[in-house]
């Protein structure tokens, strides 16, 4: 299945501030924002459904007061001449009319926006349509007559893969979102219960039957969210100046976080537990966030869009942020000076990156936008090339080594020709799932899925089947390997609480209410502890002998500290910017670090005195180290990264030769003395090793990639075979005897355990 999903442009949310059971809130405006999501997989193009709520929106739609989805986005003409595009997370952006040429009008986004794609009318079709960056394009037709208000029907893909949308027509319903259905034809159903202004909607059904259910209370309020594995949010609300607001969050565990708000709706305390943090707004749009400890995060606002100018954190680091026009980042500082900056092309695309030492990558596009060039601070350069459809057809590394790929309509990957020749082919069934992965070997791997798209089964080259249950949730519950033997996953209230081996042995875990893990006991009854301070921090583990390690933080939130069983405290000392600068142990010895701009350990001085320092290339690579008498060591890479020489204090050169895909070929030690690898013409397992005075051990495999074969220089021979777990069952050497369990391989050598 792709991995590209489609949420009409809305961004990955902070999975703090958005956390489905403790939000905290945006410190721009104070507003509290919730996103729980259903991301389903499917052909070619996955579909995401965010549900978001904002204590600053007022609004009163089929999801309730203050809340929408990320599929019901809408456009409406304005009063000037432009357009309002009303997002699914609640974000409103006015886009002014930037082209017009025959029937069709262009709109993209103004001064402060934060609006990246463009949005084109046709008059002829009196449809919009979005354009993403990637091609991607939203149609948006007015689903009720003379409304004014266009909603999306169809999302395009360059490959063709389509999501359409429809609509309901039943009395009550009229205009409202009723399905979705994605390339394939699988398709998700939106119900509604009767309400005025407009229905409510009451429950989301995915293809394979799973159910959001969705109740609310006399206010049109949304009260409580069921998962489809029967795990249930929660919601209570207050009302300020005839706004209903969240005042309380409760989990599927039953913890409750509780939520105050000033008189302008922003909140000002946020309570879990024992915990409780605040919020405390100034002019000008100043907002300081107080943590249970006291720890203080101070957010100043005033970039393009209101966004984040500056940020000082509870262990003194003070950032300052510069952002263009459209809100994109270009410049970041600390109190120390420049960390990094970003420069942007007309189509807001990434075009140069440098960081605090003023290194450089730059990054070029072709006419369709498609990143093709990456030029890194050493100037090596990596070209990608693509086809019509935006896809990536070859990637050519700083060595001129080239990978190829090839795609089928859907733009899913069919083959992968590496840099050796070697071709890895992919096929896909009638849904755009994973059917089979063919090895330049001829090793073909197997899956089978449910209506979910989920896994069920693996076979591997050799047959053997690896078989996967799930719950309503996607957690996997069960797997069973080609022995037949079943592992087990046991889930309470979203979290896991138990694993269950084949034989039947069980370790069990236990969870505090920030879903810390609080123990854990092995299949012998030992429990582990683990304890925990109001925010959720493990600030100690108790083994089963009772024997308790201890953490200790500072108010800012770094470790202070560490005390072990016995008693014995190690200690830990910062830069202003958060960076480990000190350690003193138990004896009271202090060893020291010190950094470079980009965070990289530039020296040590260890307990009595003596130094070491290092060097870094300008991709932060260590390229060179002294030790405390002086003597250096180097290591040199090339183009494409990997390491070619290294030189040892006494001036001893080793150097290193590589194949197309990175493997190594030749390692070359100080004296001359050459040592080789080959490679199977058909795969890239090692196929032989060829000693400094040429002794050659061969070696075969199956094609699952087991070594099932060893043959030394002398002609010696072992042998292996395997269950069908994949467990090493039988050795034996040329003579056929069995090697006893006792004994492990270690390269060429039989080496026998003693103990």
């Known amino acids: 299945m792709s991995e590209k999903r489609f949420n009409f442009g809305i961004s990955e949310p902070n999975t703090h501030s958005r956390a489905p059971y403790r939000p905290t809130p945006n410190p721009i405006n104070g507003s509290l924002e919730i996103d729980p999501e259903i991301y389903l997989p499917s052909k070619g193009m996955a579909l995401e459904i965010g549900f978001f709520y904002s204590s600053r929106v007022n609004s009163n739609e089929p999801l309730g007061r203050g809340r929408n989805m990320s599929v019901a986005p809408f456009i409406k003409e304005s009063e000037l001449l432009g357009i309002n595009y009303y997002r699914g997370d609640l974000l409103i952006f006015g886009l002014s009319q930037i082209s017009s040429s025959g029937t069709v009008t262009v709109y993209g986004g103004v001064s402060r926006s934060g609006f990246i794609n463009t949005i084109s009318f046709d008059s002829s079709t009196g449809q919009y349509v979005e354009t993403y960056l990637d091609g991607t394009k939203a149609t948006f037709a007015e689903i009720v007559s003379a409304?004014?208000?266009?909603?999306?029907?169809?999302?395009?893909?360059?490959?063709?893969?389509?999501?359409?949308?429809?609509?309901?027509?039943?009395?009550?319903e009229t205009g409202l979102l009723k399905s979705i259905e994605v390339s394939g034809g699988d398709k998700v159903t939106f119900s509604y219960s009767p309400s005025s202004p407009t229905s409510l909607l009451s429950n989301v059904q995915d293809w394979g039957g799973r159910t959001w259910s969705f109740s609310y209370d006399a206010n049109r309020n949304l009260s409580e969210f069921e998962t489809p594995e029967g795990c249930t949010t929660q919601y209570f609300y207050t009302t300020i100046n005839n706004i209903s607001l969240v005042s309380g969050i409760e989990d599927p565990r039953g913890y409750r976080t509780t939520y105050s708000y000033d008189s302008s709706a922003r909140v000002t305390t946020m309570i879990a537990g024992s915990a409780t943090w605040t919020w405390i707004y100034s002019q000008p749009a100043t907002t300081v966030?107080?943590?249970?400890?006291?720890?203080?995060?101070?957010?100043?606002?005033?970039?393009?869009?209101?966004?984040?100018?500056?940020?000082?954190?509870?262990?003194?680091?003070?950032?300052?942020?510069?952002?263009?026009?459209?809100?994109?980042?270009?410049?970041?500082?600390?109190?120390?000076?420049?960390?990094?900056?970003?420069?942007?092309?007309?189509?807001?695309?990434?075009?140069?990156?440098?960081?605090?030492?003023?290194?450089?990558?730059?990054?070029?596009?072709?006419?369709?936008?498609?990143?093709t060039t990456i030029t890194n601070a050493l100037s090596n350069v990596t070209v990608r090339g693509f086809d019509a459809s935006r896809n990536m057809t070859s990637i050519k590394d700083p060595l001129g080594n080239f990978t190829t790929l090839s795609y089928n309509a859907s733009g899913q990957v069919l083959t992968v020709r590496d840099a050796r020749g070697l071709v890895t082919t992919n096929s896909y069934d009638g849904t755009g799932r994973l059917q089979t992965v063919m090895g330049s070997d001829g090793g073909v791997q197997t899956f089978t899925y449910d209506s979910l798209s989920r896994v069920l089964t693996k076979m591997d080259p050799l047959g053997r089947v690896t078989s996967y249950g799930y719950d309503n949730a996607d957690h996997i519950i069960s797997m069973t390997n080609g022995a037949g033997e079943q592992t087990r996953y046991v889930y309470n209230t979203c979290l896991l609480e138990a694993t269950v081996d084949?034989?039947?042995?069980?370790?069990?875990?236990?969870?505090?209410?920030?879903?810390?893990?609080?123990?854990?006991?092995?299949?012998?009854g030992n429990v582990t502890t683990y304890v925990s301070d109001a925010i959720g921090r493990t600030i100690a583990v108790v083994d089963p002998l009772g024997n308790r390690s201890t953490m200790v933080y500072a108010v800012s939130g770094l470790r202070e500290a560490t005390v072990d069983p016995l008693g014995n405290r190690t200690t830990y000392l910062y830069d202003n910017l958060g960076r480990q600068i000190g350690v003193r142990n138990a004896l009271g010895f202090v060893s020291t670090s010190s950094y470079d701009a980009v965070d990289n350990v530039v020296s040590t001085v260890n307990a009595v005195g003596n130094v070491s320092t290092y060097v870094y290339d300008a991709l932060n690579r260590q390229t060179a180290s002294v030790n405390p008498l002086g003597h250096r060591e180097t290591t040199v890479y090339d183009a494409a990264g990997r390491v070619v020489s290294v030189s040892n204090a006494?001036?001893?050169?080793?150097?290193?030769?590589?194949?197309?895909?990175?493997?190594?070929?030749?390692?070359?030690?100080?004296?001359?003395?050459?040592?080789?690898?080959?490679?199977?013409?058909?795969?890239?397992?090692?196929?032989?090793?060829?000693?400094?005075?040429?002794?050659?051990?061969?070696?075969?495999?199956d094609l699952a990639g087991q070594k099932i074969s060893q043959k030394?220089?002398?002609?010696?021979?072992?042998?292996?075979?395997?269950?069908?777990?994949?467990?090493?069952?039988?050795?034996?050497?040329?003579?056929?005897?069995s090697i006893p369990r006792s004994m492990i391989l270690q390269g060429a050598k039989l080496v026998f355990k003693t103990r």
Request: proline content about 4%; cysteine-free; hydrophobic content about 30%.
């Open 147 to 172: 409304s004014g208000k266009f909603q999306p029907v169809k999302v395009e893909d360059l490959n063709g893969n389509i999501h359409t949308y429809s609509y309901s027509s039943t009395p009550g």
């Open 289 to 371: 966030e107080v943590d249970p400890f006291g720890a203080r995060t101070t957010f100043t606002y005033g970039g393009a869009q209101g966004s984040l100018s500056a940020k000082a954190t509870p262990i003194g680091v003070v950032s300052t942020y510069t952002f263009n026009t459209l809100g994109l980042l270009t410049k970041e500082q600390t109190q120390i000076g420049f960390k990094q900056s970003m420069s942007y092309d007309s189509a807001n695309r990434l075009v140069a990156s440098s960081d605090a030492l003023g290194r450089v990558t730059s990054y070029q596009y072709d006419s369709s936008g498609n990143l």
């Open 502 to 524: 084949p034989l039947g042995n069980r370790t069990s875990y236990t969870y505090g209410r920030f879903g810390e893990r609080t123990s854990m006991m092995d299949p012998l």
């Open 650 to 701: 006494l001036g001893n050169v080793s150097t290193f030769t590589f194949n197309g895909v990175g493997a190594q070929v030749t390692a070359q030690d100080p004296l001359g003395r050459v040592s080789t690898t080959v490679y199977s013409s058909s795969s890239n397992r090692v196929e032989a090793s060829v000693d400094p005075i040429g002794n050659r051990t061969t070696y075969s495999y």
């Open 712 to 737: 030394n220089a002398n002609g010696g021979v072992i042998s292996w075979t395997y269950d069908n777990a994949g467990r090493q069952k039988v050795s034996k050497t040329k003579l056929g005897k």
